[in-house]
């Protein structure tokens, strides 16, 4: 649907339909998925709303009583809901068992398997492309479904092109006599969004409405043929608008599309998951108080570098909202600082609590109240580093629950043999080196930017010494250690090249009370010495006095075309999972 796909970043105008892209709406399926579990936790449920939308979902269980089970929930749903997820479940488990039920799935034909992508930085029409290579229009049309007027419209930014491999090296070299065939019939390409239809709500004028979306009184009228600025409750306009413009109000959309999430202020009903990306923090107050002293502050807390990566990168990115953009649905959000400047008996001193849970499971809710911005400004300077705390943690401890949710039990059954404790690696990870002395662990990931696919890598790694004196937890005992560990188990790919710290930025050292136990936390940058990688580490040690050794738990992060900070979560996340093992008592 139109505001979902809008909702989860896919492209919609005039040329490009990225729900029509296999990779990209396989993308923001997956994402829409994951936080349709985070609301509801059961992925029955979420299967549920992905089809018929939260609102009937949401509908159907209080109709139920409250009941939380999709098959008690099942005939208070739209009756095509009620088929879509046993087919669901009927087509994985052909997918998973269909060589017991003597089916086969077909071999792909080798044009169809050996595909790749080049990036396109001009305007080129379907029909200058395949004339010059062995490919019909049709069949570069099937390769590339997101274009919907058979045009590439690279005007201002590259866009990619889907061909067989064998066609690369073609494209390549007859690109620029592409140009040349027919070019009268390329068109000027002029973005328009895709309409979106608004439904008309009590105490609506258009002014307002096109205030909302970006646009200006006349085009509402243009696009609806309207004689008169008189419009009524319930009347449907189409509006062409730069989603860019309007993201707060594309949430308020998704009502009309059957897309809502969850509990409502005074809802005597179970909170709903969070909403909203890791590492965003909303900040509701009025314009006034964003742009003055008390804005100022804020930013100040939150726009500070995340700790020792290789470029700036903020605690957390700051989304601004005005009051009465704060509705039900933005209510979920994962962090909420909530700002008023008032003089009234409660604001008489300014005041910053910290509250969790207001409106969504997880959610970490503040506010901040005072009678005049500098006071409100001083309050939050004084427990600024509170507030990063509070929000890092909890955003840690998110990735933490989500690890949790599908871990390689094997991995963490072999370390409780090997190393005497557990970590909750995420199932994907794999081993790469375990021996007596050290034990290495690798996650290998890909990610899309700019139309490429990129690796990106975390590691994990545990090693002991044994324990002499409080001396070892000094940082520079702890960087001498990890530099030996490393030089002697982490090769790089070079002959003779190793990994260690890179010294040319400050490490940054900390004691730390963890899970009762004093402990060394430090962070910094490592690198492969005889080769050009590098990146951020977060590395943790405690005493083991089982073994009277100290116990190093590291991860790190490799992702060179990507921010890290959210990686380095991830990897905090991880390294602090960390518990002694017991062994298994045997019932007699």
Not at 344 to 351: H, P
Not at 406 to 417: K, S, Y
Request: proline letters at 5%; a negative charge.
């Amino acid at each position: 649907m139109y505001a979902t796909a809008k909702y989860h970043g896919l492209r919609i105008d005039s040329y490009i339909d990225e729900r029509h892209d296999p990779v990209r709406s396989s993308e923001a399926a997956c994402t829409y998925l994951a936080k349709l579990y985070g609301i509801y936790d059961d992925w029955y449920l979420a299967l549920a709303a992905y089809n018929a939308g939260p609102g009937n979902v949401n509908r159907a269980i209080r109709r139920s009583g409250g009941k939380r089970n999709f098959w008690e929930i099942r005939f208070f749903l739209p009756r095509e809901t009620r088929n879509y997820v046993p087919t669901f479940m009927a087509v994985v488990y052909l997918m998973e068992f269909s060589q017991e039920h003597n089916i086969y799935p077909d071999q792909v034909s080798p044009s169809f398997a050996f595909l790749d992508t080049v990036m396109v930085d001009e305007v080129l029409r379907f029909d200058q492309i395949a004339p010059l290579l062995d490919l019909e229009e049709r069949r570069l049309a099937q390769l590339n479904p997101m274009y919907r007027m058979d045009i590439i419209p690279a005007t201002v930014e590259r866009f990619p092109l889907v061909l067989p491999q064998s066609e690369i090296p073609r494209f390549i070299a007859f690109q620029d006599s592409m140009r040349t065939l027919a070019p009268e019939r390329t068109p000027d390409i002029v973005f328009v969004p895709e309409p979106i239809t608004y439904h008309v709500k009590n105490g609506d004028v258009l002014g307002k409405i096109a205030d909302h979306f970006g646009v200006s009184v006349r085009q509402l009228k243009e696009w609806n043929g309207l004689s008169s600025s008189m419009i009524r409750i319930g009347q449907k306009l189409k509006i062409h608008a730069n989603p860019s413009n309007f993201s707060v109000t594309l949430l308020a959309l998704l009502t009309a599309f059957g897309v809502g999430c969850g509990s409502q202020e005074g809802a005597r009903t179970a909170l709903t998951g969070k909403v909203g990306a890791s590492g965003e923090v909303v900040v509701v107050c009025d314009d006034v108080i964003w742009d003055g002293v008390v804005g100022d502050s804020l930013r100040s807390i939150f726009d500070r570098p995340f700790p020792v990566l290789p470029q700036y990168e903020p605690w957390f990115k700051l989304v601004h909202l005005e009051p009465e953009a704060f509705d039900r649905f933005w209510k979920p959000h994962r962090n909420i600082v909530v700002l008023e400047l008032a003089d009234r008996v409660d604001t008489q001193e300014a005041k910053v609590s910290i509250y969790k849970e207001k409106y969504s499971r997880d959610q970490i809710y503040v506010t901040g109240t005072a009678r005049r911005g500098d006071e409100l400004a001083s309050a939050l300077a004084d427990q600024s580093q509170e507030l990063v705390s509070v929000f890092h943690r909890a955003e840690v401890e998110r990735y933490a629950d989500l690890i949790a949710l599908d871990e390689n039990e094997v991995i963490r059954a072999e370390l409780g043999v090997r190393a005497q404790l557990e970590l909750t690696v995420p199932r994907d990870a794999r081993w790469a080196k375990k021996n007596e002395e050290f034990l290495w662990i690798d996650r290998q990931l890909t990610r899309m930017k700019g139309g490429d696919n990129h690796d990106v890598q975390q590691g994990f790694f545990i090693y002991r010494e044994p324990y002499v004196d409080d001396q070892q937890f000094s940082m520079s005992a702890r960087l001498k250690a990890r530099n030996a560990a490393l030089r002697a188990h982490v090769s790089g790919r070079n002959a003779g090249s190793y990994m260690t710290t890179e010294m040319r930025y400050s490490p940054s050292y900390e004691d730390v009370v963890f899970k009762g136990q004093f402990a060394s936390e430090l962070r910094g940058l490592w690198r492969i010495e005889g080769d050009f990688m590098g990146g951020p580490f977060y590395s943790l040690t405690l005493f083991d006095e089982r073994s009277g050794d100290l116990v190093t738990v590291e991860g790190y992060a490799y992702a060179p075309y990507f921010e890290k900070r959210e990686y380095m979560r991830e990897v905090e996340a991880i390294v602090r999972s960390l518990r002694w093992y017991e062994t298994p008592i045997t019932q007699p």
